[in-house]
């Protein structure tokens, strides 16, 4: 059975520095990973999708890496900014899909 | 395009009575789940459906709870009869035809209190 960790289960930064999110995942057999971002009462937003065959995928200023062999993704957020206070869900996908318990991140101005 | 819509957004109920959920996908998106939300447990997967049919029903935790898709547009989550442990979020997802998980949408979710 798939197990998927985030670490840490919380984060604080003044803004302006730059956020390493990671999550680990015990089968390297998975199909794509996916970045989710979750506002208090609100649904999921999808924010980087990362093929199997992939190492990395950019948008803006969030970056992601994926390390099949390790087991591993890290999300990278550049200068953070109050509004990217949220939490961060990594989502693995190996026909089944096993959700991270996410990283709480809070943004101080 | 408005995304994946869920309704309602709030439900409160009493413990015995049923509970329907609402779901519509984006249109075009073959692929539908549904999923629950709790603090203790995270986010599990309870159903999903693909081209109305439900492939995976092993996350649905009890025989008081279903789910159909009587077509492309929508599909419900009855609990029957709800129990105080059943309070929590739920979400409906879709994604595109191509594979399991293809790019997921999520809506907003229906945050289900059961007194």
């Known amino acids: 059975k798939q197990e998927v960790t985030q670490i840490p289960a919380a984060l604080s930064v003044p803004e302006g520095e730059n956020l390493v999110l990671n999550c680990s995942f015990t089968?390297?057999?998975?199909?794509?990973l996916q970045w989710f971002r979750q506002d208090p009462g609100k649904g999921l937003t999808s924010l980087l999708l990362?093929?199997?065959?992939?190492r990395e995928q950019t948008s803006g200023r969030l970056n992601a890496s994926l390390d099949k062999s390790s087991g591993r993704s890290t999300l990278y957020i550049a200068a953070s900014q109050p509004g990217d206070s949220a939490t961060y869900l990594c989502?693995?996908?190996?026909?089944?899909?096993?959700f991270g318990a996410g990283t709480t991140v809070t943004v101080r101005a | 395009d408005a995304g994946v819509i869920q309704s309602p957004r709030h439900e409160v109920t009493e413990m015995g009575q049923e509970v329907t959920l609402r779901c519509k996908p984006i249109?075009?998106?073959?692929?539908l789940f549904w999923y629950r939300q709790t603090m203790m447990r995270g986010l599990e997967l309870l159903i999903y459906?693909?081209?109305?049919?439900?492939?995976?029903d092993s996350g649905m935790p009890e025989d008081r709870f279903s789910a159909k898709m009587p077509n492309a547009s929508f599909s419900t989550l009855k609990i029957q009869p709800s129990e105080p442990r059943d309070s929590a979020v739920y979400f409906c997802?879709?994604?595109?035809?191509?594979?399991?998980?293809?790019?997921?949408?999520f809506g907003s979710g229906t945050q289900l209190s059961v007194l």
């Open positions: 990362i093929q199997s065959s992939q």
């Open positions: 459906f693909n081209n109305n049919v439900p492939i995976d």
């Open positions: 997802a879709s994604s595109l035809p191509g594979a399991v998980g293809e790019k997921l949408f």
């Open positions: 089968d390297s057999a998975i199909y794509n």
């Open positions: 249109s075009g998106h073959d692929y």
């Open positions: 989502v693995v996908n190996d026909y089944k899909l096993s």
